[in-house]
């Protein structure tokens, strides 16, 4: 129980494997409990405090929350609060943790929910820091692919759309990796998963995604023509022969600096009709919604467009970590196995401090909340280059710079 009790939930680095599974299997229970109203969070409060627009996460974690019996306060809109006055994430969260037990923050700037949680004595959970990370949706694709597969070891997915700013993607491309996926990258030109991302997949979990910038292009490299000797091309419509599961996101319009930018940059990787009639029985179709055009309406109703489906299973599984977060529940941790990924204590973690080093990334917390001081890691797998502590951008080691 006290395993997760008082922890935060930044990165889906937080979490052991161990520790992911033992939330599904409280999760499986929250999801006898999702209509009506249990008595297992009496007296307990979250607060949601929300930078960034949402509708599934936060309604789900308000959901979740009533549905175990707390109560919630919560900022849909911080232009009417102290933030339109400048206040910072560090003042915010001290004031927040002593009207509640637990925050859930979601937060444009990269590395800021990691700041939260330094800064407050309670829990806190990333419901996305800008495009780092969004672990609890992570949780929710994984508990989705456990669910509608009956497995989540070992299963191949492919992920489709913007893999550069979707924050999704980032962490649920670890949490795949971690569970022996193998993963496919499809994204269009400029929109591919950062390098540093694919570097860490590979060295430390030994994922080494295949990348395309086109459903056709995937396909007529794929097994489908390989299958069928004498066939030259494959038809796009085949792709979801392919995989267990396609995990389908939109463009992140907001991120871009521009409209045109924005233009320049969207492909067509649509889950069409057709794609649905070829597909294999037992294929999913995922999306962490909400969607623009990447999925046809007509697919609603197919039981493989599981994405209704995923958006719903947010509840029990935010039912599941914020009880075991705030310790009302037990949550029971299975077996070590071999190899498996469990995280280091952040004081045991050799963070270094440099003089006069700041992140090279525009949209770090650490640039823009000046009160911070920045912290770099060294990579293990990148000699000579540092990671910034908040956001994970890398960097070359600057030189001469002695370390403190
Ligand atoms: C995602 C997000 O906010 O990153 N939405 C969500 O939380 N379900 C995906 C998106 O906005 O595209």
């Known amino acids: 129980m006290a395993l997760l009790e008082g922890r935060d939930l930044t990165s889906i680095f937080d979490f052991s494997d ?12 929250m999801s006898k409990h999702t209509r ?16 960034e627009p949402s509708t599934r996460t936060r309604l789900s974690f308000e959901s979740a929350m009533l549905r175990l019996g707390g109560e919630v306060i919560s900022v849909a809109d911080t232009t009417v609060t102290s933030v339109k006055k400048g206040e910072t994430i560090a003042d915010t969260v001290r004031i927040i943790e002593s009207y509640a037990d637990i925050i859930v923050i979601r937060n444009p700037l990269e590395g800021s929910a990691r700041v939260a949680a330094d800064y407050a004595s309670i ?14 949706q992570t949780l929710l694709d994984l508990y989705t692919i456990r669910r509608e597969k009956g497995k989540l070891r070992d299963v191949n997915v492919a992920l489709v759309g913007d893999l550069r700013f979707g924050r999704t993607v980032h962490s649920l491309a ?9 993963v496919t990258c499809v994204a269009p030109r400029g929109l591919e998963m950062p390098a540093h991302l694919l570097a860490r997949l590979d060295k430390e979990f030994g994922c080494r995604p295949a990348q395309y910038q086109s459903l056709a292009e995937i396909v007529t490299n794929a097994e489908v023509v390989k299958r069928r000797p004498g066939r030259q091309r494959a038809l796009a ?11 389908v996101t939109r463009v992140q319009k907001e991120r871009f600096e521009s409209e045109e930018a924005y233009r320049a940059a969207t492909g067509s990787y ?9 597909a294999r029985p037992d294929a999913l179709v995922m999306h962490p919604l909400p969607r623009v055009d990447e999925l046809a309406y007509g697919i609603d109703r197919d039981p493989r467009a599981v994405y209704f489906r995923q958006a719903a299973y947010g509840v029990p599984v935010r039912m599941a970590l914020a009880s075991a977060l705030l310790g009302l529940r037990a949550v029971r941790i299975g077996k070590a196995r071999k190899g498996e990924y469990k995280p280091k204590p952040r004081r045991e973690v050799d963070f270094r401090k440099f003089s006069n080093v700041r992140c090279s990334n525009g949209h770090c917390v ?15 797998y990148a000699p000579g280059a540092i990671a910034c502590a908040y956001c994970e951008h890398e960097m070359p080691m600057p030189a001469g710079v002695p370390s403190e």
């Open 237 to 247: 419509s085949e792709v979801l022969t392919l995989f267990d599961a396609v995990y």
């Open 270 to 278: 649509a889950i069409t009709e057709e794609m649905i009639r070829r």
């Open 174 to 182: 670890f949490g795949l990796a971690r569970f022996g996926a193998k």
């Open 366 to 380: 650490t640039n823009h909340e000046t009160y911070l001081a920045p912290q770099f890691n060294f990579v293990d």
């Open 123 to 136: 829990p806190v959970i990333n419901a996305g820091d800008g495009p780092h990370e969004h672990p609890t």
């Open 36 to 51: 009506g109203r249990l008595g297992l969070a009496d007296g307990k409060i979250m607060s949601t405090l929300f930078y």
């Open 18 to 29: 161990r520790e992911i599974e033992a939330v599904f299997d409280l999760a499986d229970e």
